[in-house]
C-alpha cells in the first residue's frame, strides 16, 4: 500500500499549457515536500509546505496544501519544456515518497 | 560547499552476489538516508542514520544493512542479491533528522542479472 498517491502517473503536453499534479493521501501530515527529479539525477527540493490550506508560489509553480493536511496540489502555469521530468511529493519526516508523476513539455 | 556524492556511478552484478554503496554527505551534514528508486517510481525509503546510529528503518528485509562513519560517510551493503534489486539507489544528507531539507546524491544504478 503507497500511503503517497500521485496523479496522473504520465502526463505530456504542449508548452504553453497548463496542469496541475497531485498527491493524495488517508493520513495527516506535518508537511509534505514536492520535488523535481531529471534523469540520470537525484530528487531536488522544490518546496516545503507546513500549514494546512497555505499556498506557496515559486515563478510559474503553484503549491497548495489541503486544509486536512492530507493532500497537496502542483499546479504549473504555462509549462516550458524546461520543467520536463518526474516530479515527487514526499512526506515531512521524509521516509515516505508519492509514486510520482512522469512530465513531458513538448516544445 | 561540497555536494552529496555516490560511487560508484553503475553497477552489474549478479544474482547471489553482495554489493557496497558508497556516499559521502555534504559538508555539514549528520544524517544519511537511503532510497531504492525502481524505474519511473518514487523512492523508497531503506533507512536512515543520525550520528553513526540507525534513526529508522523501511521495509526492507536484513539483508539491507547500513553504516555510517564519523566523518558521516555512510555504506549501504546488500547481500544475496535478487534480480528485483535492480533499481537506483539514492542517498540524501541533512543536518539532523526530521524536516530539514535533504540533498541528495545522483545516485548509483545497479542492475542484477
Known amino acids: 500500500t503507497q500511503l503517497l498517491e500521485q496523479s496522473p502517473q504520465f502526463l505530456s503536453i504542449q508548452e504553453g499549457e497548463n496542469l496541475t499534479v497531485y498527491c493524495n493521501s488517508s493520513s495527516v501530515f506535518s508537511s509534505l515536500q514536492w520535488y523535481r527529479q531529471e534523469p540520470g539525477e537525484g530528487p531536488v527540493l522544490l518546496v516545503t509546505?507546513?500549514?494546512?490550506?497555505e499556498v506557496k508560489k515559486l515563478k510559474r509553480l503553484t503549491f497548495q496544501f489541503g486544509d486536512a493536511r492530507k493532500d497537496s496540489s502542483l499546479h504549473i502555469t504555462a509549462a516550458q519544456p524546461g520543467d520536463t521530468g518526474l516530479y515527487l511529493c514526499g512526506s515531512g519526516n521524509q521516509f515516505y515518497f508519492g509514486t510520482g508523476t512522469s512530465l513531458t513539455v513538448i516544445p | 560547499e561540497t555536494g552529496v556524492t555516490q560511487s560508484p556511478t553503475h553497477l552489474i552484478k549478479t544474482r547471489g552476489q553482495q554489493v557496497t554503496l558508497r556516499c559521502s554527505s555534504q559538508s555539514g551534514h549528520n544524517t544519511v538516508s537511503w532510497y531504492q528508486q525502481a524505474l519511473g517510481q518514487g523512492p523508497q525509503f531503506i533507512f536512515q542514520?543520525?550520528?553513526?546510529?540507525?534513526?529508522g528503518r523501511g521495509n526492507f528485509p536484513p539483508r539491507f544493512s547500513g553504516l555510517q562513519f564519523p566523518n558521516y560517510s555512510s555504506e549501504l551493503n546488500v547481500n544475496a542479491l535478487e534480480l528485483d534489486d535492480s533499481a537506483l539507489y539514492l542517498c540524501?544528507?541533512?543536518?539532523?533528522?526530521?524536516?530539514?531539507?535533504?540533498?541528495f546524491g545522483p545516485g548509483t544504478r545497479l542492475l542484477v542479472l
Open positions: 509546505v507546513v500549514t494546512g490550506g
Open positions: 540524501a544528507s541533512s543536518y539532523n533528522s526530521g524536516i530539514e531539507t535533504q540533498y
Open positions: 542514520y543520525y550520528r553513526e546510529e540507525e534513526n
